[in-house]
Each structure stands twice: as C-alpha cells, then as structure tokens.
C-alpha cells in the first residue's frame, strides 16, 4: 500500500470551538492519515468542559497549559513550541492548526517555508495574515455541519447552520477574490482563451488559502459562475472548462 501523508493536527482550544472537530477530520482524511491530534488549553477552565468528552471519542491528546500570567493563555506558545519540535522530529508532510489566532501566522510560514503544508481551520474573524499564510484555510462557521455527537458540546444557541451562498453583488465587489480569479483563469488559459477548471484551481493554490466553501460554494465552477465574471463550458463534466467575459475571441 502506498504510505499516505501524515498530519499533525494541533488545536489551540482557547480559540477554536469543539463543534466543528468532525469536519475538520473529515476534511484532512481527504490528504492524508491524522496520526498526531493535540488539543492545547487550561483544563482547568470551565469555558474548556465542551472539550472534555470530543478528546478521548476523538483520540486527541489534551496538553494541560496553565496560564502564567492573568488573563492572558500560554496555550499558543505551547503549541508552536510542540510544532517546531514535531516537524524537526517526527517530520510530518503537512500540519492542521485550529484557531482564529493570527499570532500563528509567522509559524505557518516557518513551516511552509521548509516544504509542509499547512492547513488552516478558524472563523470569519481571523486576521487575514494568518488565512493567507495557510496552504488552504477553512472558514469553519461556512461549511455545511453536520456534526452529529459533536453539536451536543456546543455552547447553548449555537445551531448547526449552513451559511447562504455570498451573492454575486458581492462577489464582484470582492477586488481581492475577483483579481485572482481571473489571472488564474488568463494563467491557464489556451490560445481560445478557454481554460480547464482543475487547471485553474492548481493556478489559484500556488498563491493562495482559497477555498470556495468559504464563500458558500462547494466547487470552484460553481464559484466562478456565481460571479458572473466568466462563461462556463461542459458544466457538470470532467472537462469543465472557463472564459473570462471580456475576452471575446471564444463562443459558447
């Protein structure tokens, strides 16, 4: 059997929410095995109960972090201590870190800058810096939960929710989102100017956290056409393809 790529998934509790933990295990079985699963936190807390059972159903070890000085957690220290240790060591292809801390940026370009992937797991409110820095960040209050025994932990009001699709007014007025789509588009375009979805998808990872479930959308197609940007060929097929409206020199 072909060895499948290991990840390290580290969770700073003090800032990530216990519901989302199946999505997020699902999503990294997609890359590989989640051998390491490490949870950071005071456990001694009250505000970290909603942890308690998740951790041993889901084979994560809790690190117990007291905090050394008022109100502020020493959890995110421990965290990045124990990922530079990993990756020297232990040498993992890729890492999963769970928080809306953009304190965590300058570790994921430590660790990217040395060949491993790093996948983000946080909420709409996480700084920018640290989403862009991931090799692909997840915005967890937009993915469809379904969680299941996990939702049972969640804090009193907050319901599994899928999140409405951003709509195209909004999309378009995205200058960021809407830049890069198209030079990834131009990017991988042919001499019609038509240019394979998957193509363009490898086009937008090399620079970019990008993931349109973020915006609502499970596929980048569906994305793409949302925008109103782009003219969309053999939707539904292998061999969807896409051109930007303003080039003219292809018909549908």
């Known amino acids: 059997m072909t060895p499948r790529a290991r990840i390290a998934l580290l969770i700073d509790a003090d800032n990530a929410s216990p519901r989302g933990i199946d999505v997020i295990l ?6 590989g095995e989640t051998s390491i699963r490490r949870a950071y936190g005071n456990w001694t807390k009250p505000s970290l109960r909603g942890w308690a059972d998740l951790l041993l159903e889901r084979a994560i070890r809790p690190i117990q972090q007291y905090d050394y000085s008022a109100r502020k957690n020493a959890s995110d220290m421990a965290l990045v201590v124990d990922a530079l240790a990993l990756h020297y060591t232990e040498k993992p292809e890729a890492f999963a870190i769970v928080s809306s801390d953009g304190d965590f940026t300058p570790l994921v370009m430590h660790l990217r800058e040395r060949g491993a992937s790093v996948y983000g797991f946080g909420d709409d409110k996480t700084p920018a810096p640290f989403k862009n820095a991931c090799s692909r960040f997840l915005v967890m209050d937009r993915l469809e939960d379904d969680a299941g025994p996990a939702a049972a932990s969640a804090p009193a ?6 999140r409405a699709p951003v709509p195209t007014s909004h999309l378009k007025q995205d200058t960021a989102l809407v830049t890069l789509l198209r030079r990834a588009v131009k990017s991988a ?7 394979r979805v998957s193509t363009v998808g490898q086009h ?14 499970q596929k980048l197609s569906a994305l793409l056409e949302a925008t109103e940007l782009f003219v969309i060929r053999d939707a539904a097929t292998s ?8 080039d003219g020199s292809a018909t549908r």
């Not at 699902?26 to 890359?31: F, G, I, K, V």
């Open 26 to 31: 699902n999503e990294l079985s997609a890359a």
């Open 157 to 162: 009001g907050a319901e599994n929710r899928t």
């Open 204 to 217: 937008i990872a090399n620079q970019s956290s990008l993931d349109p479930r973020n915006y609502g959308y």
């Open 239 to 246: 061999t969807v393809a896409v051109r930007d409206r303003r």
């Open 189 to 195: 375009a042919d001499e019609a100017g038509w240019a």
